[in-house]
């Protein structure tokens, strides 16, 4: 393939991980965690170990060594890996408090960054022989777009623009709203961002 006309999410930022994370203890436990402040001891360490529910393409190392300054952490596999239902992922020992806390977070964000990984991985494989690629989109979930691209590009995928200032894509509600003078405005751009035309018919394309 040439190359992707837009940045690609190979590599996720440590700190913007770490911020992403607080953000979601900070919504799952704003005052606390009670439940384990009143069984556990606070001065009492754990570990526990991410266990693969089903068959998948792993996506998540990042996320995992992103918390190494907190924990030691053994990761098991690697990112795009095939994992088989049973298989180890990774151990986490440190704080139980710290961990019991972050534990669901952590699980759910592993599934769904696997679960986008696994599907795009099947799609991948079958246009690959036509020598289609798939791309994603900006139909993401809110506050999720970078982890979620990562996750496309795990699975095999490429990145389309990655926000709204990344580039210029025209579809069918700007040729609905558009100018009088629309199809001048496309032919004379600078071309300082990528422009794309999405067409729902010949008669576009040839406009």
């Known amino acids: 393939?040439?190359?992707?006309?837009?940045?690609?999410?190979?590599?996720?930022?440590?700190?913007?991980?770490?911020?992403?994370?607080?953000?979601?203890?900070?919504?799952?436990?704003?005052?606390?965690?009670?439940?384990?402040?009143?069984?556990?001891?606070?001065?009492?360490?754990?570990?526990?170990?991410?266990?693969?529910e089903d068959e998948c393409v792993f996506a998540g190392e990042q996320i995992l060594n992103a918390l190494n300054d907190d924990f030691q952490i053994s990761i098991f596999t690697k990112d795009g890996t095939d994992l088989q239902k049973?298989?180890?992922?990774?151990?986490?020992?440190?704080?139980?408090?710290?961990?019991l806390k972050l534990e669901r977070i952590l699980l759910n964000l592993l599934q769904r960054l696997s679960g986008i990984a696994t599907l795009t991985k099947k799609y991948v494989n079958i246009v690959n022989p036509s020598g289609i690629k798939i791309l994603d989109t900006r139909k993401t979930t809110p506050g999720l777009r970078l982890l979620e691209k990562y996750a496309v590009k795990i699975g095999g995928g490429y990145n389309h623009r990655l926000d709204l200032s990344?580039?210029?894509?025209?579809?069918?509600?700007?040729?609905?709203?558009?100018?009088?003078?629309?199809?001048?405005i496309i032919r004379d751009y600078n071309m300082k961002l990528p422009l794309q035309v999405e067409v729902d018919n010949e008669?576009?394309?040839?406009?």
Request: with cysteine; proline share 3%; net charge negative.
């Open 166 to 184: 990344s580039g210029l894509l025209i579809k069918d509600n700007h040729w609905v709203a558009s100018k009088e003078n629309f199809y001048k």
């Open 203 to 207: 008669n576009q394309l040839l406009d």
């Open 1 to 52: 393939m040439n190359k992707p006309l837009y940045e690609q999410m190979n590599i996720i930022d440590k700190d913007y991980i770490l911020s992403k994370l607080e953000q979601f203890l900070l919504e799952d436990s704003p005052n606390g965690d009670p439940t384990t402040e009143l069984t556990v001891d606070i001065e009492k360490n754990a570990s526990g170990s991410i266990i693969c």
């Open 86 to 99: 049973g298989q180890k992922i990774a151990t986490l020992e440190g704080n139980a408090r710290q961990l």
